[in-house]
């Protein structure tokens, strides 16, 4: 793994990096000093994240990505959008609180809904008239809409009616590339084919839907052939990823369930005991009007922050706009020196930068806008936590806890609480003997 460092100039910052990088057998391929002047060493950050050339980013502490917080967010925003990972080596982070402050906001803005009974989401869908990405095989693109093209659909056809006569896949991709010789699908091509449903001419998460290539009743002998050789999928638990032991385990529902492995047996987690302790761990932290209540007033304190810092980087960064557009004009009129190469390249780095600062600071300030009955509601939802589906089990579960720790046959919620900090709550009776 290839890891660069980002800090101040000074030496003492960076000889840590060094000896954590070294420590874990990783490969530092270099570490980026700021010098006082982020601009850029953000564009050089940037640039080694898109390339991927790296595949993790170590810094002394959250607070040396940027001199200012929003900055700092957006940043790490930036390297887990491009895949790589941000390790701080004072574990410092954005506030805990956020998290919760992006569940209620999410809850109550996705173009989703909760249904009140049973916490599923159900999906709006919006039909549209123009596809808008590569349509699938079988398609193809004009003016803007996606339609049959004849050989590829005469494809998918015969595709399905092979695959529910129970002819092998390697079988039926030989008869695809036979009919498309210019495509040449691959085996795991045609195999997605046979399960995607825009060829009955049904409507996608996005909201679109693509002329049906397959009668229905053609689409159910298929599945029919498929489900009869899939085998059934793991019962689903919505707090395993939170769980971190010292050993081993399993979340069972039944006894039978347990095992063994030589010496040492596995921690045996009761599912349903895990969904009270969670229950019973939410309640002891936010069960109050007053918890409640910090956590609406952290939020409104914090959107009149992000609101008086938004006008701040708007105005420099319409002040580094306005230089940026002088310096040009005398680069137009045939002015031509290395002061104002220099000057441009700097602004061009402010500028850009400057306009990251400006939208997560506007996001920010829109993101702690929050009605205080939606965050009342969304409580009143995660009180009921054993009751929910595993959907919404799973999406409060990430909003309001920060891990479970199991050690030494003793287990805990880490649950974040309305004051910035995270509180060790004992999760009692989930080990099963």
């Given at each position: ?149 004849p050989r590829e659909a005469e ?149 009149e922050n992000a609101s008086n ?125």
């Open positions: 793994m290839k890891a660069v460092g980002f800090c101040g100039s000074a030496s003492e910052e960076c000889a840590p990096i060094r000896d954590f990088v070294q420590k874990r057998n990783a490969e530092l391929i270099g570490v980026i000093e700021t010098d006082g002047v982020p601009y850029r060493a953000f564009r050089s950050l940037q640039s080694v994240i898109k390339l991927q050339r790296a595949q993790v980013v170590v810094t002394p502490s959250f607070g040396e990505l940027a001199p200012d917080r929003y900055l700092c967010l957006e940043m790490k925003l930036f390297i887990e959008r491009n895949g790589a990972k941000l390790v701080t080596l004072d574990g410092s982070g954005p506030d805990p609180r956020r998290e919760i402050a992006c569940a209620v906001s999410r809850f109550f803005s996705l173009p989703e809904i909760w249904e009140v009974a049973q916490g599923t989401k159900l999906p709006r869908y919006e039909r549209s008239a123009d596809f808008k990405r590569v349509p699938p095989f079988g398609y193809r693109m004009n003016s803007g809409a996606a339609i049959p093209e494809a998918v056809r015969a595709a399905f009616a092979a695959y529910a006569e129970g002819r092998p896949i390697k079988e039926i991709t030989e008869l695809v590339r036979s009919i498309c010789p210019d495509r040449r699908p691959t085996l795991m091509t045609v195999k997605t084919i046979l399960r995607n449903e825009r060829y009955i001419g049904a409507r996608s998460k996005k909201g679109y839907s693509l002329p049906p290539l397959i009668e229905y009743d053609l689409w159910l002998k298929a599945g029919e052939r498929y489900e009869r050789g899939r085998e059934a999928p793991p019962a689903e638990e919505p707090l395993r990823g939170l769980i971190r032991a010292d050993r081993s385990f399993r979340i069972i529902r039944d006894e039978s369930a347990k095992r063994s492995h030589g010496r040492t047996t596995e921690y045996a987690i009761d599912a349903e005991a895990l969904d009270r302790a969670a229950s019973a761990a939410i309640n002891a932290v936010w069960g109050t009007a007053a918890s409640r209540g910090a956590f609406a007033d952290f939020c409104e304190a914090e959107a810092a938004l006008l701040k980087a708007e105005k420099l960064r319409d002040e580094t706009l306005t230089r940026f557009s002088d310096s040009l004009g005398e680069l137009r009129s045939g002015a031509k020196s290395e002061e104002l190469f220099e000057r441009l390249d700097v602004l061009a780095d402010m500028k850009n930068v400057l306009g990251m600062q400006v939208r997560r600071t506007a996001d920010e300030m829109k993101l702690y806008t929050l009605p205080r009955e939606e965050t009342e509601e969304f409580f009143s939802r995660a009180y009921r936590f054993p009751e929910l589906s595993a959907e919404e089990r799973g999406f409060m579960a990430k909003a309001l806890f920060a891990g479970i720790r199991i050690v030494g046959g003793s287990a805990a919620f880490r649950v974040r609480t309305p004051y910035g900090r995270v509180r060790r709550i004992p999760a009692e009776g989930i080990l099963t003997e």
